[in-house]
């Protein structure tokens, strides 16, 4: 409760947000660097680079759009609590769990319901565009 208390306002959240940031930079520096993995990593991204559907315009567009997506994931994430606090003080941990669900469901039942009819009925192009 104590933790909870001090996150109630949206300064507080995102000073412990960029503090973490900070931390697991730091972290991250001093591992000792694996050579090994480094050129495992660099030959991974290259590869990827490489591709023809990569360097498309279209690969260009999914990936820059994939970028943006996560990007935009974790901004939300990061002040989806204290947001929720805000505007329902009553909104509890019960809440939050039934709300994520019904997230979760809905993304589950168009993946597993819409998304495959309309991919027989559009063309690919058709539905890039449309996402």
């Known amino acids: 409760l104590g933790v909870a208390a001090a996150l109630d306002t949206p300064r507080s959240v995102a000073a ?10 730091a972290l991250t ?3 000792p660097p ?6 495992r990593q660099a030959d991974s991204f290259r590869k990827l680079a490489s591709l023809p559907s990569a360097r498309s315009p279209a690969g260009k567009l999914l990936i820059a759009v994939r970028a943006s997506m996560a990007l935009a994931f974790h901004i ?11 505007r329902f003080p009553d ?3 019960p809440d939050h769990a039934r709300f994520m669900t019904f997230i979760g469901l809905g993304y589950a039942l168009s993946q597993g319901t819409l998304a495959q009819p309309l991919l027989k009925r559009l063309s690919q192009p058709t539905l890039l565009i449309a996402c």
């Open 91 to 93: 909104f509890a941990a």
């Open 16 to 25: 412990v947000s960029c503090l973490g940031t900070v931390v697991s930079l």
């Open 29 to 31: 520096l001093a591992l």
């Open 76 to 86: 939300f994430a990061t002040i989806w609590q204290t947001s929720l606090k805000a």
């Open 34 to 39: 694996s050579g090994q993995l480094q050129r």
